[in-house]
């Protein structure tokens, strides 16, 4: 379904992904942990075609994301939906107009049916009351959580979640962490998820890799990587100050 | 001695690879400007569904700089007519004020007033607003969605701030004479009627043509450099501050260059 093959990415003299190669399967959820500023957005920029390989192949569904035309390129991202770390909510917009848009935008449409899927995604997500506020009036996990309900909206095969925690409290980290769960379960979606909250990790995950050092050093269910004898991974699971891995 | 022409070497070598860099940076960003605007004038065709965000821009860039639009003009028109007017009245001439002020406020200073208030206040607020979104991953997200960011985001912007300009020229330029004619009527003691008069006299075609075609070329330029600028903001809030920055500075140096040319074009 996704694939990295033997992917390299450098910016300016900083080389980020090295020969990272990865194959994830349909309805998998597959997990990227990391340090910060390690690369793991990088690999997940690659696969929404955001980024483009210095060398390597990128593949979703057996299409080449790098070097797609324009047009394949928009077929893919239809099936596809992006979670970014900061929601990217339009500021100017309500809750609604920001979930509609990617059906508004294309007028595929009619107003009234958009309105509905609206309503239906935003009740999923329990964000009826949020309906006409801005995203400046709602917390950062509401943000999180209307950002999901506008993927939701064009329905993706493929979930694409760039640090879907980070900022959260415990207890809003867990909500976003069952819809994650939720989102495979009830719709069968592949994600790629990227982050370094490991508690979340281990709940999400069916698999589980580290990168480090441009490429991922362990790859396991989340069972074999909390029970790793990999020096890098275990400093890194269990926080520990002393190992392989040094403060970036 | 062979040290010494190295080290001279070096540096000019040094000098001149800035100044190349520096151009090869304008250039890029100049082609990515027209190729933006190019863009946009393609999108134009989606405008009546995009009515409601052209609109409020329209607002941003007219009613939102109505107050110092009105400053501007009225003391534009004092100051020239002050200026002038003086020296005038050396020459026993004051009665003409009216025709000079119409005369330069509408060839010039009128666009170019409309033009350094619209940079600083609605050009820069452009491209704040839209580095923003860039950094913070929303236009990546509008790409994610197939939605084009210059049909969103561009386009809206450019068609308003080109309408807009015009009148906030003519504008100024009312106001500029009725400031002009406040200072001719008090101090130089010229009649509002001797100065209507001569202010009527100076009204012609070309200048009020020339002069509006400015404004509207003014517009697209400053739309285009700020979007220009903030689509391409990099590294969080620095980059915006910076692409705010360079996008004023770049919008002020184009609109005298440009400026320019459209004045010799027409009366060179």
């Given at each position: 379904m996704i694939e990295f093959v033997d992917v390299h990415?450098?910016?300016?003299?900083?080389?980020?992904?090295?020969?990272?190669?990865?194959?994830?399967?349909?309805?998998?959820?597959?997990?990227?942990?990391?340090?910060?500023?390690?690369?793991k957005t990088v690999a997940l920029r690659h696969v929404a075609g955001l980024l483009h390989p210095d060398s390597g192949t990128v593949l979703v569904e057996g299409v080449q994301v790098n070097g797609a035309s324009p047009g394949t390129m928009r077929k893919l991202?239809?099936?596809?939906?992006?979670?970014?770390?900061?929601?990217?909510?339009?500021?100017?917009?309500?809750?609604?107009?920001?979930?509609?848009?990617?059906l508004s935008e294309h007028r595929r449409f009619p107003k009234k049916e958009i309105d509905r899927l609206v309503d239906e995604k935003l009740g999923l997500l329990e964000l009826g009351d949020a309906k006409q506020k801005t995203p400046s009036e709602i917390s950062g996990g509401m943000k999180k959580r209307v950002a999901l309900a506008r993927v939701l909206m064009s329905n993706p095969d493929i979930i694409l979640y760039d640090e879907p925690t980070t900022g959260l409290d415990p207890?809003?980290?867990?909500?976003?962490?069952?819809?994650?769960?939720?989102?495979?379960?009830?719709?069968?979606?592949?994600?790629?998820?990227?982050?370094?909250?490991?508690?979340?990790?281990?709940?999400?995950?069916?698999?589980?890799?580290?990168?480090?050092?441009?490429?991922?050093?362990?790859?396991?269910?989340?069972?074999?990587?909390?029970?790793?004898?990999?020096?890098?991974?275990?400093?890194?699971?269990?926080?520990?100050?002393?190992?392989?891995?040094?403060?970036? | 001695m062979n040290s010494g022409i190295n080290t001279t070497g070096r540096r000019l070598g040094g000098i001149f690879e800035l100044i190349g860099s520096r151009v090869m940076e304008f250039l890029d960003q100049a082609g990515y400007t027209i190729l933006l605007l190019a863009r946009a004038f393609y999108y134009l065709k989606d405008a009546p569904p995009k009515a409601r965000e052209i609109v409020t821009q329209m607002y941003f860039a007219g009613v939102k700089t109505l107050v110092v639009c009105s400053l501007v003009?009225?003391?534009?028109?004092?100051?020239?007519?002050?200026?002038?007017?003086?020296?005038?009245?050396?020459?026993?001439?004051?009665?003409?004020?009216?025709?000079?002020?119409?005369?330069?406020?509408?060839?010039?200073?009128?666009?170019?007033?409309?033009?350094?208030?619209?940079?600083?206040?609605?050009?820069?607020?452009?491209?704040?607003?839209i580095g923003t979104m860039k950094v913070y991953d929303e236009i990546d997200a509008l790409e994610m969605m197939s939605i084009s960011p210059v049909k969103f985001l561009v386009m809206p912007r450019v068609v308003a701030l080109a309408t807009m300009m015009p009148v906030v020229s003519i504008y100024i330029i009312v106001l500029a004479c009725l400031g002009g004619a406040v200072v001719a009527n008090s101090?130089?003691?010229?009649?509002?009627?001797?100065?209507?008069?001569?202010?009527?006299?100076?009204?012609?075609?070309?200048?009020?043509?020339?002069?509006?075609?400015?404004?509207?070329?003014?517009?697209?330029?400053?739309?285009?450099?700020?979007?220009?600028?903030?689509?391409?903001?990099?590294?969080?809030?620095?980059?915006?501050?910076?692409?705010?920055?360079?996008?004023?500075?770049?919008s002020f140096l184009m609109v005298l260059i440009i400026g320019y040319f459209i004045t010799a074009i027409f009366y060179g």
């Open positions: 990415k450098s910016f300016g003299p900083k080389r980020v992904l090295g020969g990272f190669n990865l194959s994830i399967e349909k309805g998998e959820t597959f997990v990227i942990i990391g340090q910060s500023g390690i690369g991202r239809e099936r596809m939906g992006v979670l970014f770390q900061s929601g990217a909510l339009i500021n100017w917009m309500t809750v609604a107009e920001n979930v509609a848009l990617p207890v809003m980290s867990m909500v976003i962490s069952d819809l994650i769960r939720q989102m495979q379960r009830d719709f069968g979606v592949t994600s790629l998820v990227v982050t370094h909250d490991m508690k979340s990790a281990f709940h999400v995950g069916d698999r589980i890799g580290m990168l480090y050092g441009g490429e991922l050093v362990q790859v396991g269910s989340p069972e074999e990587i909390m029970n790793t004898e990999n020096a890098v991974v275990r400093q890194f699971i269990n926080g520990e100050l002393e190992g392989p891995i040094r403060a970036q | 003009g009225v003391f534009t028109g004092m100051i020239l007519a002050l200026q002038t007017g003086i020296e005038l009245q050396n020459f026993g001439m004051q009665y003409q004020i009216g025709h000079l002020i119409i005369a330069s406020m509408t060839r010039e200073m009128g666009p170019f007033m409309a033009a350094i208030i619209l940079t600083a206040s609605v050009g820069s607020a452009m491209a704040a607003e101090i130089l003691n010229v009649s509002f009627n001797v100065y209507m008069k001569h202010l009527y006299k100076g009204i012609h075609f070309k200048p009020i043509y020339v002069g509006l075609l400015k404004s509207f070329v003014f517009g697209l330029i400053i739309s285009g450099v700020s979007c220009a600028y903030g689509l391409r903001a990099t590294s969080g809030e620095l980059g915006v501050g910076h692409a705010t920055r360079s996008s004023v500075v770049a």
